[in-house]
């Protein structure tokens, strides 16, 4: 069973000096969490523009208290009109109106003002140094460094007090419950608090924090509904209103929230989305420019924008609801960009690009890219789910966005987790996200649609998370934590996390990526050539050599060895070589397919695919992709790159490398060798290519080809490059042995006519 939050405290206070003088008598300890970037959540949530104090909406009339607060400005929804401004009596901290008139405080005292201005009073004996004053039925609300106070708002008998520990602001209200919520301050970490009090006497039953004790992000505001059921903090996470219990988060920081029956509206930045109660978003809605604040008014939600005497109020269109499609993505064979994260299994691949905000699919068996999904800019992990047929990705503030491969480009938001994101993966139709809020790290796991499944927290963080769809484990490593081992979470049919266990090492680990699992679910090997049986992840063999990936076929392993030059090797039952042979670039993954392996690697600035018969047997040549860029013009000179090789395992002797290079003027080559070649002369030769190589498995070489676009051409020029085996029977994968290299112009007219 994982500890309490109560627990946390006694831990970090009563025993962690022990634990420091005596290194055994815990078994692990907690190290600092992993580097995030800034976290939107932590930062002021204050729009830098506001160009008020405070505003109160009572009936009809919405007040202001103006930066020099000493004047309330008026806005009346009934009429659509400005009311006369209403001039108060000094520098005001804070105010709140009801029915009986607005309540103004002061540094020394509270004036009750007439809700037209035309006088006011002193309330007798209440004052309090906090500039914060709230009205909830007969009670002001107010308090000091220690305690919340409740006056008779007539009277300003003391009616009720609770000492509150520490000093609290950002204030909101439900009178319906009777809850005053606010911000600790000045306290580290800072967290959410609720007062329970009774309208009607004023008397303080209660005052408690949330469980969470500041482990979710905490922003300087508190937004109550008014209806009850919700309290929304500005760093963008959702509270229960009556236990303050982790309802869910907004992916970010919010500056404003606008309550109506079934939904509500908050301000990100010059952003407003549009959420239901349950916490889920439903899209965007369009903003004014110079937007400053929403506010809801019977049944609809209102935009204040301009300056405090110029401000101007309009309704939104709440209705019109939008999901913002990612811009467009270039094509793989345009791109040809380096990929972030290697998603799918290797009959379906997926390569995720960030700098091109993209996901590639490839089908191995087609040997073809599909049109690319395009996904939001600024993605900071990626998932894929084959059973949903859908990309995930996590963003800044905690926003996972869902992109359907067959939805032509749409994007919809999924969920999110309460901070920024530190690992995404798909667990068959769920998806499962780790972040570093609530105590150390919390595990999430949502459903296909995105309600929140389970939460954990009292866990880890790690470098990768690995799913099983047999044994519906989720193995992990505990990289902030000394010592590192394994661990796996269990996930049940119903998406949520049900059990948990690790090795029995604690330290014996060689906790290096990445984590793979046999098809059958038996085995785990590691980065490090370490073998568990995953009954109870004890030791089951060695590979005796760090490796960069893992990879099964008919009962053998598989593994591509670490140190340079890199070698794909085939092991047998007991886990010794069989056969090698090295493999091109640096290696990413080792997929299995049905007739051998998918080969994903890195060479240059671009990311490969190739295919690896399983005997390790035959040489997989070819033409690397080209991403030539910008357009070109007629008449312009170009100079363009293109490089073949073997990917491996075993030499090929007299290649034939071809490109037609007729389609430009004054066309020239020259091979430049890479490694383990020969056959490359390095010297320029005029006209089309035709160069017999000898490539070393790895081995490689690179063609330089210059020349014009001639003045004639239009659309795009073609050049057609090509790598033959002597014996065609001796490649596993033909397709990859050409590329068409595309140059694209920007001159599309002929004689100035389409």
């Given at each position: 069973m994982r500890t309490t939050g109560l627990l946390s405290f006694v831990v970090s206070a009563g025993v962690m000096a022990a634990v420091l003088a005596a290194p055994g008598a815990l078994a692990a300890y907690h190290t600092d969490a992993p580097p995030l970037s800034e976290d939107s959540g932590a930062a002021s949530v204050t729009p830098t523009t506001m160009v008020w104090n405070q505003r109160r909406l009572h009936g009809s009339v919405l007040y202001f208290l103006d930066n020099a607060s000493t004047r309330l400005r008026r806005y009346d929804f009934a009429t659509s009109?400005?009311?006369?401004?209403?001039?108060?009596?000094?520098?005001?901290?804070?105010?709140?109106?009801?029915?009986?008139?607005?309540?103004?405080?002061?540094?020394?005292?509270?004036?009750?003002?007439?809700?037209?201005?035309?006088?006011?009073?002193?309330?007798?004996?209440?004052?309090?140094?906090?500039?914060?004053?709230?009205?909830?039925?007969?009670?002001?609300?107010?308090?000091?460094?220690?305690?919340?106070?409740?006056?008779?708002?007539?009277?300003?008998?003391?009616?009720?007090?609770?000492?509150?520990?520490?000093?609290?602001?950002?204030?909101?209200?439900?009178?319906?419950?009777?809850?005053?919520?606010?911000?600790?301050?000045?306290?580290?970490?800072?967290?959410?608090?609720?007062?329970?009090?009774?309208?009607?006497?004023?008397?303080?039953?209660?005052?408690?924090?949330?469980?969470?004790?500041?482990?979710?992000?905490?922003?300087?505001?508190?937004?109550?509904?008014?209806?009850?059921?919700?309290?929304?903090?500005?760093?963008?996470?959702?509270?229960?209103?009556?236990?303050?219990?982790?309802?869910?988060?907004?992916?970010?920081?919010?500056?404003?929230?606008?309550?109506?029956?079934?939904?509500?509206?908050?301000?990100?930045?010059?952003?407003?989305?549009?959420?239901?109660?349950?916490?889920?978003?439903?899209?965007?809605?369009?903003?004014?420019?110079?937007?400053?604040?929403?506010?809801?008014?019977?049944?609809?939600?209102?935009?204040?924008?301009?300056?405090?005497n110029a401000l101007t109020i309009a309704p939104l269109g709440i209705d019109a609801i939008t999901q913002p499609a990612p811009p467009p993505a270039r094509a793989w064979e345009v791109a040809a960009p380096k990929a972030d994260f290697i998603l799918g299994d290797g009959n379906d691949v997926v390569l995720f690009s960030q700098s091109e905000h993209a996901a590639y699919s490839f089908n191995s068996?087609?040997?073809?890219?599909?049109?690319?999904?395009?996904?939001?800019?600024?993605?900071?992990?990626?998932?894929?789910?084959?059973?949903?047929?859908?990309?995930?990705?996590?963003?800044?503030?905690?926003?996972?966005?869902?992109?359907?491969?067959?939805?032509?480009?749409?994007?919809?938001?999924?969920?999110?987790?309460?901070?920024?994101?530190?690992?995404?993966?798909?667990?068959?139709?769920?998806?499962?996200?780790?972040?570093?809020?609530?105590?150390?790290?919390?595990?999430?796991?949502?459903?296909?649609?995105?309600?929140?499944?389970?939460?954990?927290?009292?866990?880890?963080?790690?470098?990768?998370?690995?799913?099983?769809?047999?044994?519906?484990?989720?193995?992990?490593?505990?990289?902030?934590?000394?010592?590192?081992?394994?661990?796996?979470?269990?996930?049940?049919?119903?998406?949520?996390?049900?059990?948990?266990?690790?090795?029995?090492?604690?330290?014996?680990?060689?906790?290096?990526?990445?984590?793979?699992?046999?098809?059958?679910?038996?085995?785990?090997?590691?980065?490090?050539g370490q073998i568990f049986e995953s009954g109870g992840l004890t030791f089951a063999g060695n590979l005796n050599a760090p490796v960069v990936d893992i990879g099964w076929l008919n009962g053998d392993v598989y593994a591509i060895s670490l140190e340079p030059p890199a070698q794909l090797r085939r092991y047998n039952g007991a886990y010794q070589v069989i056969q090698s042979g090295r493999v091109r670039g640096t290696p990413r993954r080792l997929l299995a397919s049905s007739n051998g392996f998918v080969y994903v690697a890195d060479v240059g600035a671009s990311t490969i695919l190739g295919r690896l018969d399983g005997f390790l047997s035959k040489a997989d040549l070819a033409v690397d992709p080209v991403a030539t860029g910008s357009l070109f013009s007629g008449g312009a000179p170009i100079s363009i790159s293109v490089t073949v090789g073997n990917n491996g395992t075993v030499p090929s002797s007299n290649a034939m490398v071809t490109g037609d290079l007729s389609g430009l003027e004054s066309a020239s080559w020259r091979c430049v060798p890479g490694t383990l070649v020969s056959g490359c002369a390095n010297v320029i030769v005029n006209g089309s290519i035709a160069n017999a190589l000898d490539l070393q498995d790895s081995g490689q070489a690179t063609y330089q080809i210059s020349g014009t676009i001639p003045l004639s051409a239009r659309n795009e020029v073609r050049i057609p490059i090509s790598i033959s085996p002597a014996v065609s029977t001796s490649d596993p994968e033909l397709r990859n042995n050409a590329v068409d290299v595309v140059l694209r112009l920007d001159r599309i007219y002929d004689h100035g006519f389409d």
């Open positions: 009109t400005w009311l006369s401004d209403i001039t108060i009596n000094g520098a005001a901290d804070a105010f709140d109106v009801d029915a009986t008139g607005i309540y103004v405080k002061f540094s020394n005292r509270v004036e009750r003002v007439s809700l037209d201005g035309s006088g006011s009073v002193v309330v007798p004996a209440v004052t309090a140094p906090l500039p914060y004053i709230e009205v909830a039925g007969n009670v002001l609300l107010m308090g000091d460094e220690d305690h919340v106070y409740a006056y008779n708002k007539m009277t300003g008998a003391l009616a009720g007090s609770h000492f509150a520990f520490y000093t609290m602001g950002g204030t909101s209200t439900i009178e319906l419950e009777g809850r005053l919520y606010g911000v600790t301050q000045g306290v580290s970490p800072p967290d959410v608090v609720e007062v329970e009090f009774n309208p009607a006497t004023g008397a303080v039953t209660n005052y408690f924090d949330s469980p969470f004790h500041g482990d979710y992000p905490i922003g300087d505001k508190t937004f109550a509904r008014e209806a009850g059921g919700l309290v929304v903090n500005s760093s963008g996470v959702v509270y229960a209103s009556n236990t303050l219990g982790y309802l869910g988060s907004l992916g970010g920081a919010v500056q404003a929230v606008a309550f109506l029956d079934d939904r509500f509206v908050v301000m990100r930045g010059g952003q407003l989305a549009v959420f239901t109660n349950s916490v889920h978003e439903l899209g965007e809605i369009a903003a004014p420019l110079g937007l400053q604040d929403i506010v809801a008014y019977a049944g609809s939600v209102y935009a204040i924008s301009g300056s405090i068996q087609t040997w073809s890219h599909a049109i690319p999904t395009s996904v939001h800019p600024g993605a900071l992990q990626a998932a894929y789910s084959a059973v949903n047929n859908t990309v995930y990705a996590a963003y800044a503030g905690g926003a996972i966005y869902a992109y359907p491969r067959a939805g032509n480009g749409a994007a919809s938001w999924f969920a999110a987790t309460a901070s920024s994101s530190l690992g995404l993966a798909a667990a068959g139709e769920y998806v499962f996200a780790v972040d570093p809020s609530g105590a150390w790290v919390s595990h999430y796991t949502f459903g296909p649609g995105g309600s929140l499944l389970s939460s954990v927290d009292w866990n880890y963080y790690s470098r990768q998370y690995e799913w099983d769809p047999v044994l519906r484990r989720m193995y992990f490593f505990r990289d902030d934590t000394s010592p590192n081992d394994l661990h796996w979470e269990q996930i049940g049919l119903d998406g949520s996390i049900v059990a948990e266990g690790e090795s029995p090492y604690h330290g014996e680990v060689i906790a290096a990526t990445p984590i793979r699992v046999s098809p059958d679910g038996s085995r785990i090997i590691l980065g490090s």
